[in-house]
């Protein structure tokens, strides 16, 4: 009877430790932080493709340099103003998979309509 008792307790042990485990390194994935600093200026944003793996935590630092631009990310519902010269600080996990494109959200001139780029999350599986 204590053999079975011991056992069952090592097993229990084990699971439990393997879980916390699991938790511990689902958790640093998702506390990782990629910062990206980003221009926004006449028809353009640099980067213009923006690449993360999925689980991450973004950190999009925007600066518009010559008038006042927005940047919309519709995927993952995203429009922010940025004023000339001030740096916008936009904050989000990245928990779809996918390519989401993004655009100025201000009239900023007759080129507004090619100021765009793309938000590549790769999957976290890697596939």
Known sequence: MN??????????LCLTCAALFAGA????????????HMTA???EFNPSVINVKQGEHVR????????THG???????????LNKGAP??????????????????????FGHRRMKGKLIVK?????
């Not at 940047?71 to 103003?81: C, F, L, M, T």
């Open 41 to 43: 200026k006449r028809y």
């Open 60 to 67: 999009l630092i925007v600066t518009a340099l010559d008038r």
């Open 88 to 109: 916008v600080t936009i904050e989000f996990t990245a928990n779809k998979a996918g390519t989401f494109p993004f655009h100025c959200s201000v009239w900023c001139g």
């Open 71 to 81: 940047i919309k990310i519709p995927g993952y519902g995203i429009n922010r103003r």
């Open 123 to 127: 999957p976290a599986n890697g596939g």
């Open 25 to 36: 390194s689902a958790a640093g994935a998702a506390s990782k932080t990629v910062v990206i």
């Open 3 to 12: 053999r079975v008792i011991t056992t069952l307790l090592q097993c229990c």
